[in-house]
T-cell receptor
Framework: DAKTTQPNSMESNEEEPVHLPCNHSTISGTDYIHWYRQLPSQGPEYVIH???SNVNNRMASLAIAEDRKSSTLILHRATLRDAAVYYC????????????FGKGTKLTVNP | DTEVTQTPKHLVMGMTNKKSLKCEQH?????MYWYKQKAKKPPELMFV???????INESVPSRFSPECPNSSLLNLHLHALQPEDSALYLCASSQGNFRGRNHTGELFFGEGSRLTVL
């Protein structure tokens, strides 16, 4: 399976933008880039996904490098509720394979 | 609120006990998953059910026995567990295919059942 590399932890201040990087140099042409986050004492939740183009939704934006070997999850204005572990996951479009989680980035948001 | 419901939220059991974890979803999803998560570690995939049939077993010990009685329910039967099996057990569901309005293949997770084996 193609792997991802993320920083172990990052810190941000409330109401400032946060850029969470992910390296995936062995990504294949059919791998989608998915982001999930896990808030304390909760199950993971879907954040965003993309293939080649940058993507925006109500939670975040996803910027994908032109060579697709890296991507960045952007939280435009961090809130205390965004403190979580963020997982960058590569996924082939075969839903029955499930998700394989890497170590993720623990985001701390300071008031 | 999550649309995947797991019960019980907490379970304490001895090594000789038999217990079950339950998971329920009413989103019409046809794929369901069990994950195990140790403290400060990422979730690890255990089993995948597709259309009520076991499609993936990630070499999980036989003391864990999954069951999918219908498309809305997923059970995990526990027997003769070890203290190192203490963990958060997460259930998730997703559409069985990428067709239709939701193309993300998004997994919806429950809040988990926290298991302690004494």
């Amino acid at each position: 399976d193609a792997k991802t590399t993320q920083p172990n932890s990052m810190e941000s201040n409330e109401e400032e933008p946060v850029h969470l990087p992910c390296n995936h140099s062995t990504i294949s042409g059919t791998d989608y880039i998915h982001w999930y986050r896990q808030l304390p004492s909760q199950g993971p939740e879907y954040v965003i996904h993309g293939l080649t183009s940058n993507v925006n939704n109500r939670m975040a934006s996803l910027a994908i490098a032109e060579d697709r070997k890296s991507s960045t999850l952007i939280l435009h204005r961090a809130t205390l509720r965004d403190a979580a572990v963020y997982y960058c996951i590569l996924r082939v479009p075969l839903p029955l394979l499930g998700l394989v989680f890497g170590k993720g980035t623990k985001l701390t948001v300071n008031p | 609120d999550t649309e995947v419901t797991q019960t019980p939220k907490h379970l304490v059991m001895g090594m000789t006990n038999k217990k079950s974890l339950k998971c329920e979803q009413h989103m019409g999803h046809r794929a369901m998953y069990w994950y195990k998560q140790k403290a400060k570690k990422p979730p690890e995939l255990m089993f995948v059910y597709s259309y009520e049939k076991l499609s993936i077993n990630e070499s999980v010990p036989s003391r864990f026995s999954p069951e999918c009685p219908n498309s809305s329910l997923l059970n995990l039967h526990l027997h003769a567990l070890q203290p190192e099996d203490s963990a958060l057990y997460l259930c998730a569901s997703s559409q069985g295919n990428f067709r239709g309005r939701n193309h993300t293949g998004e997994l919806f997770f429950g809040e988990g059942s926290r298991l302690t084996v004494l």
